[in-house]
Structure formats: structure tokens, C-alpha cells
């Protein structure tokens, strides 16, 4: 059966997981939208609801599950960026406890106290998981990370990243009891160059808002680190630092 009716109870639903975060949370469950994005929510053992396909642009394999097909007009209404190959999946999301985390002898994780837009913190994802950072921490409750724009932004790379929620006080915790080296950004004279820390064991680095930094919380918690820069301006853009804090770790570990 065709759906192509923009009142089919099916087609509202997917709206408004689309649009509305507090219906997504409460639901528990998510969209993905995009061929190489759905491959791998399943190559990461999400399980999928159902699918949404418009057999006039996809041009995959059918996947295993429900599908239902809808028409080019119906497929457009409910595709968040657009012409995406034409499907669209639904699954349960997944609520990962920063205590079931198993770190390596030389993890290095990534934490953010908060990211104020989708796109910085999928390209954040994006950035960790090229890498190989073994998790990304955000300290914020209200985080949402199946926003269509984290997962757009991220091309899919957050289903097999290791993500975990948690406030300050439980991260900081878990960083003393395992064990890591804990190096914080706040804008302090006293920092050293993130070139000399040492990536090849347990190590944690934290990064605060694109606004505001890291919150007080952070001072004297760990050693204060910067990278260098040859310019006149003080900063970079938090997904940048991100990235190049990320490539550091790997750097060493290969070296």
C-alpha cells in the first residue's frame, strides 16, 4: 500500500519525532535519514521500527523490517534535509550509563560540558570516531544527541561512538576512579602546550561551551591545556579544537 496522504497517522508521527525533542525523548525512539546513515544505525545493532521509502528515489537494497512506501510528494514532506536517497528508518534509541563504560589502558575521552547547536556537536562525533576516541562525554542532561542535525552532521558516525550523558559532578568521579589524566581548556596563562601531554595513557579532555568555556567547576580539577596558534586571535571554534585534540591522540598513539 502507497501512502500519500500527508494525514496518514504514520506520516504525523515521523513529523513530529522530527520536530519535537521532548516527544523524541518521551517516545524513546528516533529518525534516521539517508542511505549510508541507516547502514550503519544497523551495522551498530540499533533496531529499527519501521522504514519509510519512496521507491521512485531509492536506488539500495531494501532493508530487513517493516517498510512502507510513500509517495515523492509524501517522501519530501517528511525528509529532514531534503532529496536523501530516499529512506527513512525509525528506531529505539539507546540509553548507554556512564558506569557501564570500559576504558582501555590508553583511552582517551572527549568531554564537552554543553553544545549549543546539533551541527557542532555531529561534527564533534564525526571528528572522535575518525580518530579513535574511545568516548564522548556531554555534561549536560539536556542534550539531545538523536537530533536530526547530530545525526546528519555526524554522517551517521554516532551509532558507533561510544556516548554518554552525565552532570559534572558523576564525570568527574568516574575520570578519578579509572584513573585518567585530566586536562581541562580554560583560558589561564598557566596552560601548557597540548603537544606535550601524554596521549598514550588514560587521558580525558574537557571542553565548555562555544559561548562561555568550561565552567568553574573545572578549575583546579585538572591541568590546564591549550593549542598553540601562530595568529592574533585567542580561540577556535569548539568542534575545531575538538578535532585537533582528537588527531593528537591518535598522533601519539601511532607514534
Not at 591549550?226 to 591522540?249: F, K, R, W
Request: net charge negative.
Amino acid at each position: 500500500m502507497l501512502i500519500e496522504s500527508f494525514q496518514n497517522d504514520k506520516i504525523k508521527n515521523v513529523t513530529k519525532l522530527l520536530t519535537d525533542n521532548r516527544f523524541r525523548k518521551k517516545s524513546k525512539v528516533f529518525v534516521v535519514e539517508g542511505q549510508q546513515e541507516n547502514e550503519r544505525a544497523m551495522q551498530y545493532d540499533f533496531e529499527p521500527l519501521e522504514f519509510f521509502i519512496c521507491e521512485n528515489i531509492f536506488k539500495g537494497t531494501l532493508p530487513e523490517g517493516k517498510i512502507h512506501y510513500v509517495s515523492e510528494k509524501v517522501y519530501e514532506k517528511i525528509a529532514y534535509r531534503g532529496s536523501s536517497e530516499g529512506i527513512i528508518g525509525v528506531y529505539h534509541a539507546k540509553e548507554n550509563s556512564l558506569s557501564a563504560f570500559v576504558p582501555k589502558e590508553n583511552s582517551t575521552v572527549i568531554i564537552v560540558e554543553g553544545v549549543e547547536k546539533p551541527g557542532n556537536l555531529g561534527a564533534i562525533l564525526r571528528s572522535c570516531e575518525a580518530f579513535g576516541i574511545d568516548a564522548l562525554i556531554v555534561a549536560d542532561g539536556k542534550t539531545d544527541f538523536y537530533n536530526p542535525n547530530v545525526i546528519r552532521s555526524s554522517v551517521g558516525c554516532l551509532f558507533g561512538m561510544e556516548v554518554y550523558q552525565a552532570e559534572n559532578e558523576e564525570t568527574l568521579e568516574f575520570l578519578q576512579k579509572n584513573s585518567f589524566s585530566i586536562y581541562t581548556t580554560l583560558m589561564d596563562e598557566s596552560a601548557e602546550d597540548l603537544y606535550k601531554r601524554d596521549f598514550r595513557q588514560r587521558s580525558a579532555v574537557l571542553f565548555g561551551t562555544e559561548h562561555s568555556g568550561l565552567s568553574n567547576f573545572w578549575i583546579g580539577k585538572g591541568k590546564n591545556t591549550l593549542i598553540p596558534m601562530a595568529g592574533s586571535i585567542d580561540s577556535l571554534n569548539l568542534s575545531n579544537a575538538v578535532a585537533i585534540t582528537c588527531y593528537e591522540s591518535l598522533r601519539q598513539k601511532k607514534g
